[in-house]
Nanobody, 123 residues
Framework: HVQLVESGGGSVQAGGSLRLSCAAS??????IAWFRQAPGKEREGVAA????????YYDDFVKGRFTISLDKAKNTVYLQMNSLKLEDSAMYYC??????????????????WGQGTQVTVSS
């Protein structure tokens, strides 16, 4: 499985922007995604991108504000986050999966996870 390393988290005021990056150690995945987990809450899917398809998915709460993009040459996935809200504060994780079929939000379909990067949005 690939190794994933996230970067780009930090603290920002509400309405601001951040860009997260996740570098994969190789190309052995078919889907790569961003999840987030706030204290006391379950891990939830934010966005996903299939490596060799044009299918991209977003959670309804981030549609129109977040953009996922994949640089296949660099095996790096980005999450551009604009118009950040207090509720976006969480640890953000990158995940990669090697199989098709399961819903993109299903955490069990992802074999590789990064260590996470913290995003804190303040008023």
């Amino acid at each position: 499985h690939v190794q994933l390393v996230e970067s780009g988290g930090g603290s920002v005021q509400a309405g601001g922007s951040l860009r997260l990056s996740c570098a994969a150690s190789g190309s052995n995945y078919v889907i790569i995604a961003w999840f987030r987990q706030a204290p006391g809450k379950e891990r939830e899917g934010v966005a996903a991108h299939y490596r060799d398809l044009n299918d991209i998915y977003y959670d309804d709460f981030v549609k129109g504000r977040f953009t996922i993009s994949l640089d296949k040459a660099k095996n790096t996935v980005y999450l551009q986050m604009n118009s950040l809200k207090l509720e976006d504060s969480a640890m953000y994780y990158c995940a990669a999966g090697v199989s098709y079929g399961s819903p993109w939000r299903d955490v069990k379909r992802y074999e590789s996870w990064g260590q996470g990067t913290q995003v804190t949005v303040s008023s």
